[in-house]
């Protein structure tokens, strides 16, 4: 191909990308931006602007649907309508298409290479170095990425990393009622700062505001059960009363696109692997053989779904593997079933029936690891284990069991008061319904315990005090 011929279409190709070169105007049309502002789901992005903004140079990384295109596009507008300097987005597939030093010769006849912004959008590690180039070439003043992989933040040392997931109880609750409960929350906190030890409820100490909000939670906890916190799932929810067989088949090829060559045939095993063990205690090679799959192979795919943000791990005696949020899992079912109808046996079985427990502990596991990561751990003994291990202040660790069951069973009690005392551990017990100390083991619904989890991350605010 001619210069003038790869000229042209370098020139073609960014001005097709970035139609407000021409005319600023255009950027208040953009999809994304226009989505957003018609969204019954709106994610507060100020904060994460605002971080964009002190870094200039960032990586956001996070799993398919969340909304980093959408955080990617609403700065691009922020430093158009500013006026701030020259903002160039491009796309990572768009590397491969495009010639490096047609680039340049682009961007000089546009009006230089000064004050010049770069905004790339789903990039991948092989294309890291063509970046480095561009950069090295045009010294941006903005260098802000978006990618499904969190590996990638080694190709960019100095980067900030910015990690958009899923949306959470407290910021699903906040965007889907409209309010924001932080007076109830700190009531809350202040209830559990007064228990005294024994057998207490906290019921007669709420006033009926709080009693409502509780309420509210718990009814809030049943759809988020469902859903899960992607934006895109929730809105469609909001605006239909379902979600879509085909949505949930389109969020699994979002991800099957990703995999490598050799995990693409085998992803559809790998996740029924995952969905039959699911929050149970196994060696890898252990799932590689149930799934006939090869130990190297198995593990390869496990490694970019955790990459991708798809799933998490849990370490112990053992690995334990979650899916990162419910309509990862909601996905998986959907390939696995033949048709609509199949797939909605599926859901009612794992939204209403027996399997619902293992979708709550899903949740809790996100929830905890968003704030503890690889510090959080579980203990397996010989008399049973305890789903979810953390460290306290001054030494001390905490146990959280998860029952997502109506009632609480003395079982149930008498295990998790066994195993406390021989490991020497805080014990707390995640359940359906009851907010009390109980045998000196703090039982707290699931809906509150998800809802104040920012405040656990203090670690003494919620096993406490009481224990000391």
């Known amino acids: 191909m001619s210069k003038s011929k790869s ?3 370098t020139r073609k190709l960014i001005l097709y990308r970035n139609p407000w070169l ?9 999809t994304h931006i226009r989505a957003y502002q018609l969204s019954k789901i709106k994610r507060d992005y100020r904060e994460h602007l605002k971080l964009l903004e002190i870094a200039k140079y960032a990586l956001i990384t996070g799993p398919p649907w969340v909304g980093k295109t959408t955080l990617l596009k609403l700065f691009l507008r922020s430093l158009v309508e500013r006026n701030v300097c020259n903002v160039l987005l491009l796309y990572g597939k768009d590397f491969k298409l ?18 010049i912004s770069l905004l790339i959008d789903n990039l991948v590690e092989e294309e890291a170095n063509f970046l480095w180039e561009l950069i090295d070439k045009i010294n941006p003043e903005f260098v802000i990425i978006t990618s499904r992989f969190s590996s990638i933040i080694h190709c960019f040392p100095g980067f900030f990393k910015l990690e958009l997931l899923p949306m959470d109880v407290k910021e699903t609750f906040e ?15 202040r209830i ?8 207490q409820s906290f019921s007669f100490n709420c006033n009926y505001r709080m009693k409502s909000f509780l309420r509210d939670l718990a009814s809030f906890f049943v759809f988020y059960l469902t859903t899960g916190g992607i934006p895109r799932i929730l809105e469609e929810r909001l605006r239909t009363g379902a979600v879509r067989y085909n949505t949930y088949i389109s969020l699994y090829e979002e991800i099957r696109r990703e995999m490598n060559q050799n995990c693409e045939g085998i992803l559809s095993h790998i996740l029924s692997s995952t969905l039959d063990l699911i929050a149970v205690p196994h060696s890898i090679r252990a799932r590689a053989s149930k799934a006939k799959i090869s130990f190297n192979e198995f593990y390869a795919c496990i490694h970019r779904l955790i990459d991708m943000h798809v ?9 334990k593997i979650y899916f990162r949020d419910p309509a990862f899992l909601y996905s998986t079912l959907a390939i696995l079933s033949k048709d609509e109808k199949e797939f909605k046996k599926k859901i009612i079985k794992w ?5 619902i427990g293992y979708i709550v502990e899903n949740i809790v596991f996100e929830h905890l690891y968003r704030g503890f990561g690889s510090a959080l751990k579980y203990i397996k003994t010989s008399t049973g284990e305890i789903d979810f291990l953390i460290d306290l202040l001054e030494g001390k660790s905490c146990g959280l069991e998860v029952k997502y069951r109506a009632r609480r069973r003395e079982k149930d009690i008498r295990k998790l008061i066994e195993i406390s005392e021989r490991e020497y551990i805080k014990p707390v017990l995640i359940t359906r319904e009851g907010l009390r100390v109980y045998k000196f083991i703090t039982v707290v619904p699931v809906s509150v315990f998800l809802y104040i989890i920012s405040f656990l991350w203090n670690r003494k605010n919620f096993c406490g005090d009481h224990y000391e």
Do not use: C, W, Y
């Open 192 to 199: 559990f700062k007064e228990k005294d030890g024994g057998e």
């Open 175 to 189: 965007a889907v009622t409209k309010r924001s409960a932080n007076e109830d929350l700190r009531e809350l906190i």
């Open 7 to 9: 000229l042209a279409k």
């Open 98 to 115: 495009l010639n490096l030093e047609m680039l340049e010769k682009f961007l000089k006849q546009m009006g230089g290479l000064k004050s």
């Open 311 to 319: 799933l998490g791990v849990l370490t112990g005696e053992d690995f």
């Open 351 to 355: 939204t209403r029936g027996d399997n």
């Open 22 to 30: 021409r005319k600023p105007k255009k950027i208040l049309h953009d």
